[in-house]
């Protein structure tokens, strides 16, 4: 896509053509069309069956799609002309354009030999979400979403912590899971000490629940997050955890995607400084709970550097994960 956005730009293409490569499978059967467009757009084409009906445009901010268009492709060698459903990124952010990439390779797994345009349709209907949520605001900040992610990178099997990532959106709790049956509040922080912000919802409650704290160093000479989030990427098998992924890393990062993207932190710092404690041991304040009526909620700070703690490998073991 890079390469053909380049010549697109570079070249005076006509309407309706695109400067295009071919994906191929290993054994040369052509799946889809990679490039750019005159204006400066990523599409990728995707030679589809028609069918009863056409499919009903897309049009997003980020993300847009047509479905059964006639348009010329040009390799650079020769043009050929084709009817196809075409999926564009419009935005010029480079990690939302990596983003795009990584959505289209996994359509193009996803989809059957010889696809009908409601093929297409279906699969793109499934990763709306994701892009939908690059519009919203941030829910997030750099250093909680550094901290959500060391825990992920951590876990011997991250598919696991990946399918229990805010899967209840109301939860104020970071990682639920049913079985084993073990709930994660990950905490980060600059801060060289480990005194955290703790709600009294996320103090209090019934079940076997844990804070993980998380130092954070910021600094040029890192590792990007979105090297690091896409190296948690690589090692998930199934492409269902993988959508799921990027879709919570979308709906954290919102219309911030790009910038948390870029930024950068120290991965040794993070991962020597993960910790787990249990909710039980940490200091917290005596109250009754639930809170009586009148009060919405309650916030308090806890030092949990006197606090006995597990450490990532035996945390994981004590759970059989």
């Known amino acids: 896509m890079a390469a053909g956005s380049e010549r697109a730009l570079t070249e005076d293409l006509p309407d309706q053509t695109l400067a ?11 799946l889809a069309y990679a ?4 204006g400066g757009e990523a599409v990728v084409a995707i030679v589809a069956r028609t069918g009863a009906s056409t499919p009903v445009p897309v049009r997003m901010a980020a993300l847009s799609a047509d479905f059964g268009v006639r348009y010329h492709l040009d390799d650079g060698v020769r043009q050929q002309t084709l009817r196809v459903s075409v999926l564009r990124c419009s935005t010029v952010d480079p990690e939302v354009r990596t983003l795009f990439a990584s959505f289209v390779h996994e359509l193009l797994l996803a989809l059957p030999t010889d696809p ?14 994701l892009f939908w949520r690059l519009q919203a ?9 550094v901290g959500e992610l060391t825990m992920i990178g951590a876990a011997q099997r991250p598919e696991v912590w990946v399918r229990g990532w805010h899967s209840v959106p109301t939860s104020t709790i970071d990682f639920v899971l049913t079985e084993p049956p073990v709930e994660v509040e990950v905490k ?15 103090a209090f409650s019934l079940g076997s629940r844990y804070f993980a704290s998380v130092q954070v ?33 979308a709906a954290e990062c919102g219309a911030s995607f790009g910038e948390f993207m870029t930024e950068r932190f120290v991965v040794d710092v993070s991962d020597r400084s993960l910790a787990f404690f249990r909710r039980e041991d940490i200091p917290r304040p005596e109250l009754g709970y639930p809170l009586p009526p009148g009060v919405s909620g309650m916030t308090f700070r806890s030092d949990f550097s006197a606090s006995p703690s597990r450490a990532p490998d035996d945390f994981f073991a004590e759970w059989g994960l």
């Open 20 to 30: 295009v490569s071919a994906i191929t499978t290993d054994s040369g059967r052509v």
């Open 35 to 38: 490039g750019g467009t005159a």
């Open 116 to 129: 009908a345009e409601t093929d297409v349709a279906d699969e793109l209907a499934q990763w709306l979400g």
């Open 137 to 145: 605001p941030a829910r997030t900040d750099v250093v909680g979403l």
């Open 188 to 202: 980060a922080t600059r801060s060289s000490t480990r005194s955290h912000t703790i709600s009294a919802d996320q």
């Open 217 to 249: 160093e910021l600094r040029d000479s890192g590792t990007t997050i979105g090297d690091f989030a896409r190296g948690i990427a690589d090692t998930l098998g199934a492409s269902e955890d993988r959508e799921r992924f990027w879709a919570i890393l």
